[in-house]
């Protein structure tokens, strides 16, 4: 054993000498030409150092070096590749014989790297990238971190750094500047506090921001996990605060933990950002903003549980899914408490007017067949209450399945204006032309107070039954109609046709068949019905109705036609009978009339069609029955003039 020990202090002494002698012989400003000789043959760029070198090896391998630079790559302009005021890094010696690493305080202060991308994708760093034929080849198994029996770092000093990226094939520029972070003396298996904090800016998108980011982290000794505490992530106005767990460093890193974005408007961070803010019907929309989740995340997926959203006077809960983000497979159960859409959409004034027949027809792509066919989405959503486009629902079930171009939505709504909605739209987008499939239906609605809330328009009352069978292919609004194919049926019950009063164009007929002047009244401009029903077939968007029925007390109105639903245009012969006795709605008697046909012709464009009566066709019968009339009261004035003689006769 003594033996051993001489032997370990000589080489100690030598190794001590041998330093002393270098730092007192040795100046590393006298070999400068040959440290830039040897960076230009291995790089082929040019290393400038105008300030001064300091080297160090007792008891701190130690370099500091002052005013460096590096040339930028051939081809990327006349800037330095990087620049760097100072920098220090110190080693100590003697405990990197038990495989320990005592580091002093990292410094880098005014570092400038300029990362670029040619219009041809070539880096202006692939020169330096290595790799090729002196790589080590791997063994197959994971990489493991090298042994280290203790890791201790005095901290990070990085101040006034700067990033600039840019890519010409993109025409973006990104620019990090005023980088700075600062750390507590980095330890093993022990809390490290850092702060960050850089300035962002953005040409495209345009992007002008200051982030921030504190918390404490912990490494383990086998660095293969992080532990991060505390971790807040600012940017003009919107923090993130998360505690997270990262293991399996080397083979896949796994996070785990909790994230929390506290309240916040959504307009003043667009507003900070540079970002145009969006103009929404409500003012005070997007103002309050919230979220917390549990997060589960790989190198592959990610995954928010637990989670809470909130949106001004709306909560979300749920859970979302990306399983997977090369196919981005998409899973999520999400419920809503009420939302109110409409808030969130343009002023009426700054809304863009709806497309005339003729526009729609230009051929306007309707559905992005390429992203349709890459969605890989499962999910369901519900909502307590909703309303949008201004109609209001309560029970909304929403769930959809997407996979290889085919998408299927599942809707349905418990309370709708008093009744119920189910609808199922599938569309097919593996082949070259889309096709769309729609079965839906409508149960005991109150029709007219949705369609006033939906479209502003009052054109019916009633209660609804309604269902659709339809089909189309195409992607274009043109296209649509043209292919549009299938069956639909209808029932409304006490209820009356808005701006048609039958009862008063009969009147007005049977006024003009009289040669009287038509009476001026006052009255609703509706038809009140019992009962209004008819089913329609549909082929190449040409919509055939033969069994249009509607009943009240008073009247009978039947009806068949044609319906073009893609020039917009109707051709349809009503018929309409007096079949009682009792007075109509208006108040007036239309008891000479019973038993006749009057024929209605509505005729011309869905907007604005006209409603005729068919003048000739009524006229035969009203001329016959008073034909009739006539002869009969003939008859018995010749009787009582003639008495018996005539008998025979007659």
Request: proline share 4%.
């Amino acid at each position: 054993m003594p033996k051993l020990i001489r032997i370990l202090l000589g080489i100690v002494a030598v190794v001590v000498g041998a330093m002393a002698a270098i730092l007192l012989f040795v100046d590393p400003n006298d070999y400068k030409d040959e440290i830039i000789q040897e960076v230009n043959n291995a790089t082929g760029r040019t290393l400038v150092i105008n300030g001064s070198m300091g080297l160090s090896v007792f008891p701190w391998v130690a370099l500091e070096v002052n005013d460096v630079s590096l040339s930028n790559a051939e081809g990327f302009g006349e800037q330095a590749f990087v620049a760097i005021d100072r920098a220090e890094v110190r080693v100590k010696l003697l405990p990197l014989l038990a495989s320990q690493i005592e580091v002093g305080t990292v410094v880098l202060h005014g570092m400038k790297l300029d990362l670029a991308r040619n219009a041809h994708g070539i880096s202006n760093w692939d020169d330096l990238a290595g790799g090729g034929e002196g790589a080590t080849e791997s063994t197959g198994g994971p990489s493991q971190p090298p042994a280290i029996a203790a890791l201790v770092i005095g901290g990070l000093d990085v101040r006034d750094a700067s990033v600039r990226w840019s890519d010409s094939g993109a025409g973006q520029i990104i620019q990090f500047s005023e980088f700075n972070l600062t750390t507590d003396a980095i330890t093993l298996d022990q809390a490290v506090s850092f702060e960050l904090g850089v300035k962002l800016s953005s040409t495209a998108p345009p992007l002008d921001g200051i982030v921030g980011l504190s918390g404490e982290v912990v490494v383990d000794a086998s660095l293969q996990e992080l532990t991060l505490d505390g971790l807040a992530l600012a940017v003009n106005g919107l923090t993130v605060r998360s505690n997270l767990e990262v293991s399996n460093l080397t083979a896949g890193p796994v996070i785990r933990g909790d994230v929390s974005i506290p309240d916040f408007s959504v307009k003043e961070l667009l507003k900070s950002l540079g970002q145009a803010v969006p103009e929404t019907a409500d003012p005070a929309a997007l103002s309050r903003v919230g979220l917390q989740a549990t997060l589960a995340a790989t190198g592959s997926s990610v995954r928010l549980s637990d989670l809470i959203l909130k949106l001004d006077d709306t909560t979300l809960q749920g859970y979302l899914e990306v399983s997977d983000f090369a196919t981005a497979a998409t899973r999520f159960s999400l419920g809503v408490d009420e939302i109110d859409v409409d808030r969130y959409l343009p002023p009426a004034s700054e809304q863009p007017p709806a497309a005339s027949p003729a526009e729609a027809a230009a051929g306007v792509v309707l559905l992005p067949v390429e992203l349709i066919r890459g969605l890989r989405i499962n999910g369901d959503l519900e909502i307590g209450k909703l309303k949008v486009s201004g109609m209001r629902a309560a029970g909304v079930k929403v769930a959809v399945v997407a996979k290889e171009g085919w998408v299927k939505i599942t809707q349905s709504i418990d309370t709708l204006y008093g009744g119920t909605y189910n609808a199922e739209v599938v569309v097919n987008a593996k082949g070259k032309t889309p096709v769309l499939k729609l079965n839906e239906s409508l149960s005991g609605v109150q029709i007219g107070p949705l369609l006033i809330d939906a479209a502003a328009k009052d054109v019916i009352e009633g209660l609804a039954d309604i269902n659709a069978n339809l089909t189309a292919r195409g992607n274009q609004i043109d296209a649509l109609k043209k292919t549009l194919g299938g069956t639909l049926d209808f029932t409304f019950r006490d209820g009356a046709l808005k701006g048609i009063n039958v009862a008063k164009l009969i009147r007005y007929a049977e006024a003009r068949l009289a040669g009287k002047p038509v009476a001026i009244v006052s009255e609703p401009n509706q038809t009140d019905f019992a009962e209004m029903s008819g089913t329609a077939n549909i082929e190449n968007g040409v919509l055939t109705n033969d069994d249009f029925l509607a009943k009240s007390p008073l009247l009978r109105i039947s009806g068949k036609g044609t319906a073009d639903i893609a020039k917009e245009t109707l051709d349809y012969n009503v018929r309409t009978n007096v079949v009682g006795t009792m007075t109509g709605q208006d108040g007036k008697t239309l008891d000479k009339l019973h038993g006749i046909v009057i024929p209605l012709r509505i005729k011309g464009p869905f907007s604005d069609p006209s409603v005729k009566v068919d003048l000739k066709q009524a006229l035969t019968k009203a001329q016959k029955q008073k034909l009739e009339e006539k002869t009969d009261e003939l008859k018995g004035k010749l009787k009582r003039k003639f008495g018996d003689k005539l008998k025979n006769l007659f």
